[in-house]
């Protein structure tokens, strides 16, 4: 689905933006939210690419638009306009929600993550993380301050210990889960149908593995399942994402069951 380019956005309250965002499902879940709680609210998905989340937050802000979630690629810009973040936030080098009279920014990604593993019942313990990208980042730093015994591994291996080096955690060239009870898939690879190749044996026989992405086949998942290890995707991190959103735009407890229903298929 096309999304419209910022400078041609049709008013509404909320939105998500990036580039390219014509997939997202936020939409759906956050209207539907808002249906739930009896609140008059439109939100959108609108295209804005890399270099101008300002101009364009100035611009929705003036058309009515009350707050955004950011995506991809435009969550460090978000987290270098933000005029204030919480603690927490400030850690994670990017922000994915604005809120646009302040332009106080925040990020729901850490604690989402860490939401649904509570949840699953993951208690502090080793962790593998693939990738070194943004959501690598994310999910490395909110499990570190977790008390999470965190190594990251990367297909280039030079971005994983520069990151790794810059949040503080282990780096390891092996792609290992031995001695791990958790594994996170932090990489864009489903989307190109490959996957990180993760040598499972050893793992705790209560390992969960864990993949940020959604509604996408997910190599990584089917062979964690193929080697007995607890599976989740990252479509009940999104819901989760998407509810400590809107409870920190507007102050109330998220329909978070009628959210999953929306993205449910
Ligand atoms: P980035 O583009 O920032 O990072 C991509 C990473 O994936 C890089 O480390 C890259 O390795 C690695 N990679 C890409 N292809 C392969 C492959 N075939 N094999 C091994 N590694 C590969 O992506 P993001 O951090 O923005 O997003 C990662 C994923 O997380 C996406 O699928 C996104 O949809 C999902 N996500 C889900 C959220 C949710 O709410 N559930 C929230 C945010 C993100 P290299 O450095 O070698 O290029």
Same mark, same amino acid.
């Given at each position: 689905?096309?999304?419209?380019?910022?400078?041609?956005?049709?008013?509404?309250?909320?939105?998500?933006?990036?580039?390219?965002?014509?997939?997202?499902?936020?939409?759906?879940?956050?209207?539907?939210? *808002?249906?739930?709680?009896?609140?008059?609210?439109?939100?959108?998905?609108?295209?804005?690419?890399?270099?101008?989340?300002?101009?364009?937050?100035?611009? #929705?802000?003036?058309?009515?638009?009350?707050?955004?979630?950011?995506?991809?690629?435009? /969550?460090?810009?978000?987290?270098?306009?933000?005029?204030?973040?919480?603690?927490?936030?400030?850690?994670?080098?990017?922000?994915?929600?604005?809120?646009?009279?302040?332009?106080?920014?925040?990020?729901?990604?850490?604690?989402?993550?860490?939401?649904?593993?509570?949840? #699953?019942?993951?208690?502090?313990?080793?962790?593998?993380?693939?990738?070194?990208?943004?959501?690598?980042?994310? #999910?490395?730093?909110?499990?570190?301050?977790?008390?999470?015994?965190?190594?990251?591994?990367?297909?280039?291996?030079? /971005?994983?210990?520069?990151?790794?080096?810059?949040?503080?955690?282990?780096?390891?060239?092996?792609?290992?889960?031995?001695?791990?009870?958790?594994?996170?898939?932090?990489?864009?690879?489903?989307?190109?149908?490959?996957?990180?190749?993760?040598?499972?044996?050893?793992?705790?026989?209560?390992? #969960?593995?864990?993949?940020?992405?959604?509604?996408?086949?997910?190599? *990584?998942?089917?062979?964690?399942?193929?080697?007995?290890?607890?599976?989740?995707?990252?479509?009940?991190?999104?819901?989760?994402?998407?509810?400590?959103?809107?409870?920190?735009?507007?102050?109330?407890?998220?329909?978070?069951?009628?959210?999953?229903?929306?993205?449910?298929?």
């Amino acid at each position: 689905m096309n999304a419209p380019h910022w400078r041609d956005a049709s008013p509404a309250d909320y939105a998500v933006v990036g580039d390219p965002i014509g997939h997202s499902w936020s939409p759906l879940m956050q209207n539907a939210a *808002f249906r739930a709680l009896g609140l008059e609210l439109r939100y959108s998905a609108i295209r804005v690419p890399a270099g101008e989340l300002a101009e364009a937050a100035t611009h #929705l802000r003036a058309a009515g638009f009350r707050g955004l979630n950011v995506t991809v690629p435009l /969550k460090e810009e978000a987290f270098a306009l933000a005029s204030e973040l919480d603690a927490e936030s400030s850690r994670y080098g990017a922000a994915n929600v604005l809120e646009l009279e302040t332009l106080r920014g925040h990020n729901t990604d850490g604690p989402a993550f860490m939401n649904v593993l509570r949840r #699953l019942g993951v208690e502090p313990c080793r962790a593998l993380v693939l990738g070194a990208g943004g959501t690598a980042r994310t #999910l490395a730093v909110a499990l570190g301050l977790a008390g999470f015994e965190v190594a990251i591994h990367n297909r280039t291996p030079q /971005k994983a210990a520069r990151l790794s080096a810059e949040i503080g955690v282990r780096h390891t060239l092996q792609a290992s889960a031995r001695g791990c009870s958790l594994v996170v898939d932090a990489t864009s690879s489903s989307l190109t149908g490959g996957g990180p190749l993760v040598e499972w044996s050893g793992a705790s026989p209560d390992a #969960l593995a864990f993949a940020a992405a959604y509604g996408v086949p997910s190599r *990584f998942l089917e062979a964690a399942a193929a080697a007995g290890l607890r599976t989740q995707d990252g479509a009940e991190m999104l819901v989760e994402q998407g509810a400590l959103s809107l409870e920190w735009w507007l102050g109330v407890e998220a329909p978070r069951e009628a959210m999953r229903e929306a993205i449910r298929r």
